[in-house]
Structure formats: structure tokens, C-alpha cells
């Protein structure tokens, strides 16, 4: 069964382009991952400081191994000192 997750980012005020530019990298090492269908970066029209990354899996498993893999952790590292706030990670299903 495909998922989707969401994951909901508040980036600190003037970060913005840091931000997407260490989401752009992380999205091109994770087009080779297996289980990986696709993925877009959104950004709210009421507040500029909220990011969104939607990727799409074949299956739970895939996305839980992408989660711990260390080339992830290691830009989700460049990441937290950008964000205002944890993120919010959403993982869904259609019915």
C-alpha cells in the first residue's frame, strides 16, 4: 500500500533559501532510494515560513528505512539549526 508523507517545517526568518536548498539535496540522493515514487516541496501562501515536503512510497518500510538512512541524517543535521520549531511528519494513506 503507497504512503505519503508530509512533513511541515517553520524555517527561521531570512533562512528560506538555506532551507530549500538543503531540501533540493536531500531530494536528489533520495530519487534513488528504493520504494521512492515522487516528491514536491510546497510553500504556504498565508505564511512564507512554512514548508512542506510531500513524498510519495510504496510502502511504509521504504520510508522508514529512507528516515534512518545516514546520508538523510546527515543534511536533516544542516537542517534543525534553520527551523523556528520541530517538524510535524504526517504519514498517510488514500482510501
Not at 50 to 54: G, K, N, Q, S, Y
Given at each position: 500500500m503507497?504512503v505519503?508523507?508530509?512533513i511541515?517545517r517553520?524555517?527561521?526568518?531570512?533562512r528560506e533559501g538555506n532551507?530549500?536548498?538543503?531540501l533540493n539535496?536531500?531530494?536528489?540522493?533520495?530519487?534513488?532510494?528504493?520504494g521512492?515514487?515522487?516528491?514536491?516541496?510546497?510553500q504556504?501562501l498565508?505564511?512564507?515560513s512554512?514548508?512542506?515536503?510531500?513524498s510519495?512510497?510504496l510502502?511504509t518500510?521504504d520510508w522508514?528505512?529512507?528516515?534512518g538512512?545516514?546520508t538523510?541524517?546527515?543534511?536533516?543535521?544542516k537542517?534543525e539549526?534553520?527551523?523556528?520549531?520541530?517538524p510535524?511528519?504526517?504519514?498517510a494513506?488514500s482510501?
Open positions: 503507497m505519503k508523507v508530509l511541515e517553520h524555517v527561521k526568518k531570512g532551507l530549500i536548498e538543503l539535496k536531500m531530494r536528489t540522493e533520495l530519487i534513488s532510494q528504493p521512492y515514487v515522487l516528491g514536491e516541496l510546497l504556504s498565508e505564511d512564507k512554512t514548508i512542506f515536503a510531500l510519495t512510497w510502502s518500510l522508514k528505512s529512507w528516515e538512512d545516514p538523510r541524517l546527515k543534511i536533516v543535521s537542517i539549526p534553520l527551523l523556528s520549531e520541530s510535524k511528519l504526517t504519514i494513506t482510501f
